[in-house]
């Protein structure tokens, strides 16, 4: 199998082109409140850099359709990530299917419950499933537990394109493949030197293990 890589928390040119260089599928771009926080003139800056063949994802906590859409279209993104479900629709009634819409789910109590709800979402592509604390909702270098996950989420009975995030490292991530056999694998504080600035031996390793454990999941 294959697995989809997206290094997310992309705070300049240099830590995106490093993620293209590594071989991954996607960047992500922090558009809500973060130490990786940026803004649409920054990410406008970057991605005319950047290749066409790797996806540009904004991520949005609690913006509204008109934020969205209209950094969506000054940024040039090509996906989005969102936490609403009301969203959904809005965004693929605006943007058609040329735009991939990802919905976060938090792992916990209400995961299952949840995931039922996004895999009857005709509008969206995916759903990222994240940890949280009580002060992040993404970011927070901690894992969920997988094996409890793979039981009531990552089922292998949903339609939709499930990605794994939370706490993933180099160290970790083929643990995290072999377990939940996920679409794919989202990264943030695992590859990073400090918040909003990567580690580009981390960013290697982390694709590059992603890729060896797909291959053998």
Known sequence: MSVWVKICGNTSLA????AVDAGADAVGFVFAPSPRRVTSEQVAA???SLPDSIEKVGIFV???LATIAATVEQCGLT????HKDELTGLLRARFGLGLRILRVIHFGEDAARQMQAASMDSKID??????????????TGITFDWKV?????????NRLKLIAAGGLS???VAEAIATLNP??????????LSPGKKDPEKVRAFVANARTAALHA
């Open 126 to 139: 995916g759903v990222l499933v994240d940890s949280r604390t009580s002060t992040a909702v993404g970011g």
């Open 15 to 18: 830590d995106a082109r490093l």
């Open 79 to 82: 996906g989005v990530q969102v």
């Open 170 to 172: 180099p160290n970790n």
């Open 183 to 192: 679409w794919g694998v989202d990264v943030v504080s695992g590859v990073e």
């Open 62 to 64: 609690d913006a509204d």
């Open 46 to 48: 970057i991605v005319p």
């Open 149 to 157: 996950a793979r039981a009531a989420v990552f089922t292998g009975e």
